[in-house]
T-cell receptor, first 113, second 112 residues
């Protein structure tokens, strides 16, 4: 969805390096999420934010940190990358309400050597 | 732990044929169930959403069903097209939690 953009789209890094994945959205949504997707597994939530001052851990937050710089921007950092963080990472946004649909970005494919 | 199981893991069908994907969940208390389509190299895109009171929801050639009593859902693809080749993900939301439970997806390959 062009309304949610992620950079970079592909990244190769080495063990121990710090990297940042960025997400921007033009949908005007308050809620933003970071997920990772591994082969054979469902998407798993890393962190989520319901507004600029709200940051919450998901089910697999260890080894990751996030920053909500503005309503439209939510970045994910790997402080010291390790090989098992090799995955496809998705940013998503949604509006308020229990039945809100999440809109996903195109994903960042990360390889940690 | 809330879980979502999808079957089959993958399937291959000929163009023009129909197919049905299955989703079983243990999420409770149930709020809603979504089916997403994920094309290769793209993020998931919502196809349908159903709440507890809805049994069927259609979106073009896609028809989703929900049996909240047995905690099962299906996605039926009618007259498949090559563009239907994708992964289809079942996503369930609990009534007391904003977090979503994702199935691993069913990969559908449509061949000419």
């Amino acid at each position: 969805d062009a309304d949610v953009t992620q950079t970079p789209r592909n990244r190769i890094t080495k063990t121990g390096k710090r990297i940042m994945l960025e997400c921007s959205q033009t949908k005007g949504h308050d809620r933003m999420y970071w997920y990772r997707q591994d082969p054979g597994l469902g998407l798993r939530l890393i962190y989520y934010s319901f507004d600029v001052k709200d940051i919450n851990k998901g089910e697999i937050s260890d080894g990751y940190s996030v920053s909500r710089q503005a309503q439209a921007k939510f970045s994910l950092s790997l402080e010291s990358a390790i090989p098992n963080q090799t995955a496809l990472y998705f940013c998503a946004t949604s509006d308020w309400g229990r039945a809100e649909t999440q809109y996903f970005g195109p994903g960042t494919r990360l390889l940690v050597l | 732990k809330n879980q979502v199981e999808q079957s089959p893991q993958s399937l291959i069908i000929l163009e023009g044929k129909n197919c049905t994907l299955q989703c079983n969940y243990t999420v409770s208390p149930f709020s809603n169930l979504r089916w997403y389509k994920q094309d290769t190299g793209r993020g998931p895109v919502s196809l349908t959403i159903m709440t507890f009171s809805e049994n069927t929801k259609s979106n073009g050639r896609y028809t989703a069903t929900l049996d909240a009593d047995t905690k099962q859902s299906s996605l039926h693809i009618t007259a498949s097209q090559l563009s239907d080749s994708a992964s289809y993900i079942c996503v369930v939301s609990a009534d007391n939690d904003y977090k979503l439970s994702f199935g691993a997806g069913t990969t559908v390959t449509v061949r000419a």
